[in-house]
C-alpha cells in the first residue's frame, strides 16, 4: 500500500499531516504507536506513528450522516 503522506484527505481536503480531526484511540508502541482517527468529513483513518512522522495506512468512506 503506498505511502499516503503528505497528502490531503480525498473526501474533505483535510491534510493528513496536521492534527487528526478526531482521535478516538492510541495505541502507543516501542517505536512509535498507532491512532485510529475520525477524519472532518467523517471517514475512518488508521494512522501509524513512527520515527518518520505520521502517515494515514487505511481510510474509510465519509460518515453518509454529513450529507
Ligand atoms: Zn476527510
Known amino acids: ?3 499516503t503522506t503528505g ?3 480525498p473526501h474533505c481536503g483535510w ?5 487528526p480531526f478526531q482521535v478516538l484511540s492510541a495505541h502507543p508502541t516501542g517505536a512509535g504507536g ?3 482517527t475520525r ?4 471517514s475512518l483513518q488508521a494512522r501509524v506513528v513512527d520515527g ?4 494515514v495506512v487505511t481510510r ?3 460518515s453518509p450522516v454529513e450529507c
Request: proline share 12%; net charge negative.
Open 1 to 3: 500500500m503506498p505511502s
Open 60 to 62: 474509510g468512506r465519509p
Open 7 to 9: 497528502v490531503v484527505c
Open 52 to 55: 518518520d512522522g505520521t502517515r
Open 15 to 19: 491534510p493528513d499531516g496536521a492534527e
Open 39 to 42: 477524519c472532518a468529513c467523517g
Open 34 to 36: 498507532t491512532l485510529w
